[in-house]
């Protein structure tokens, strides 16, 4: 059993910048790879971001694209989505995930555990 918890959002300007964490419980972090998804009201859930175990390898959707940094810290059994150059479009709920595999995926369907979401508001 993996336990995700996120922390870091809140409201922001558009311009501005927030860095979301995941810390997962358990001892073998590093052998997940982890995601970050978001679901904003009347849409389904989404990729924004994906990394595999040792953090070599990333996926990026192409809405974040350039303004979106996913990375781990698998000694502290953490996630990291710093998100700058924030638009009001990027309003949602966001979860990190957890899949039992060391390779990157952007398929919901393929993540086994979810953490409760954290709320990211930005203002226009």
């Known amino acids: 059993q993996v336990q995700l918890v996120e922390s870091g959002g809140g409201l922001v300007q558009a311009g501005g910048s927030l860095r979301l964490s995941c810390a997962a419980s358990g001892r073998t972090f590093s052998s997940y790879a982890m995601g970050w998804f978001r679901q904003a009201p009347g849409q389904e859930r989404a990729i924004v971001a994906a990394i595999n175990w040792s953090g070599g390898s990333t996926y990026y959707a192409d809405s974040v694209k350039g303004r979106f940094t996913i990375s781990r810290d698998n000694a502290k059994n953490t996630v990291y989505l710093q998100m700058n150059s924030l638009r009001p479009e990027d309003t949602a709920v966001y979860h990190c995930?957890?899949?039992?595999?060391?390779?990157?995926?952007?398929?919901?369907?393929?993540?086994?555990?979810w953490g409760q979401g954290t709320q990211v508001t930005v203002s226009s």
């Open positions: 995930a957890a899949r039992l595999s060391r390779a990157v995926s952007y398929y919901t369907e393929r993540y086994d555990y």
